[in-house]
């Protein structure tokens, strides 16, 4: 695809609005980088299909690394292979971090899901995740514990990207967290110049709880959906957040992902944000060929929030600024069924260094 039909590539010549790969696999990483991406991610669910795409070379390192460390868990052997592949996608994205003085050019690295119960633990990992590369920025989920413990590595001098956040309340308690860390790295004395954290808002996930309370009939109020109107619930969310993000001065940038469709890109062109895509979605996204135009600040139609407000009490406490406490966030759907995939994924991670340490007979 030439230059001038490239929708990536015309996005990421603009100043503000960047892509991010949502993907560690080299190979998928070195094209997004030559459509203009200036980021990438690794998470338990990533870590695993890397694995996947290259299996013998992960399988024999997994054997290398418990001959190298006989009295190694299945868990330590795993998570150092995701340290690899983190490390190696991290080095790929080592020139682009130089350029833009820290601002982009990171590899996100997530903390352990299993983790998820201590705020020390949580920030422990951070810190440690954070000393394996200047440009490692580490993922903490935004739950009642996760905010915790993003105020304390931040502190600690951590660059933080938060995750398992799908709603207005929960960007908004991250970035508060985010702005009391910086504060207290500051006035400790250190340099926080450098210091980039984004906050993510999983877009397409909030759509899917919002479709999966419809399948089970839970629409209230008798509302009559329109076709469409469950696609726009992220976006809507998105959106909310990013005005009040800017009114706030927030020293944080929002990130969209979990892409279920191209608006989930289209509709936050002009935002200065991260947009981060699934490679697949990235070639859905170049093959429409469609030009990139300012859509940040064009607000989604008020007739399809109204339905989605009377019709589901969880878009209610998405969308609005206080829709949720802090506390609550644990319990948000979209976050119970998002922390089972990432604890599903380390399972499964467990179960493939078995194969390898306990071959089936």
């Known amino acids: 695809m030439t230059n001038h039909t490239s929708p990536l590539e015309q996005m990421t010549r603009r100043e503000d609005t960047v ?14 980088i030559a459509w203009g991406a200036v980021g990438a991610t690794c998470n338990p669910v990533i870590a695993v299909q890397c694995i996947k795409n290259d299996l013998p070379r992960w399988t024999a390192r997994m054997g290398e690394i418990a001959a190298e ?3 190694a868990t299945e868990s330590e052997i795993g998570w150092q292979v995701v340290e690899e592949i983190s490390l190696e996608a991290a080095q790929q994205l080592a020139p682009i971090f130089t350029e833009h003085n820290g601002r982009n050019g990171r590899l996100s690295m997530q903390t352990d899901p299993r983790l998820a119960r201590s705020p020390k633990a949580l920030a422990d990992q951070a810190e440690y995740f954070a000393s394996l590369a200047p440009n490692i920025i580490v993922k903490i989920p935004a739950t009642a514990t996760g905010v915790e413990a993003i105020e304390d590595a931040v502190a600690r001098g951590v660059n ?4 398992v ?3 207005v309340p929960q960007a908004l308690a991250a970035a508060e967290a985010i702005e009391r860390g910086m504060d207290q790295r500051a006035a400790a004395g250190h340099d926080i110049s450098q210091m980039g954290h984004v906050v993510t808002i999983m877009v397409g996930r909030l759509d899917d709880w919002l479709k999966d309370l419809a399948a089970r009939g839970q629409v209230e109020n008798d509302v009559h959906l329109e076709e469409g109107d469950l696609e726009w619930a992220g976006i809507a969310a998105f959106k909310r957040a990013y005005g009040i993000f800017q009114e706030r001065g927030y020293r944080s940038r929002l990130l969209s992902a979990a892409f279920r469709s191209t608006a989930q890109w289209s509709e936050f062109v002009g935002g200065d944000v991260v947009i ?11 093959a429409t060929g469609i030009e990139p135009v300012d859509r940040m600040q064009i607000p989604v139609d008020p007739a399809i929030i109204d339905r989605l407000e009377r019709a589901f009490p969880d878009f209610r406490r998405a969308y609005e600024p206080d829709g949720m406490t802090t506390a609550e966030f644990d319990t948000f759907g979209a976050t119970r069924k998002t922390l089972r995939q990432f604890l599903a994924a380390d399972e499964e991670l467990d179960q493939i260094v078995r194969d390898v340490l306990i071959p089936a007979p």
Request: aromatic fraction near 12%; glycine fraction near 0%; proline fraction near 11%.
């Open 19 to 32: 892509l991010w790969n949502d993907s560690a696999d080299p190979r998928e990483l070195a094209q997004s």
């Open 69 to 71: 460390k006989p009295t």
């Open 160 to 163: 933080i990207n938060v995750t």
């Open 165 to 167: 956040s799908f709603s």
């Open 276 to 286: 981060s895509p699934p490679f697949a979605w990235q070639e859905k996204i170049q």
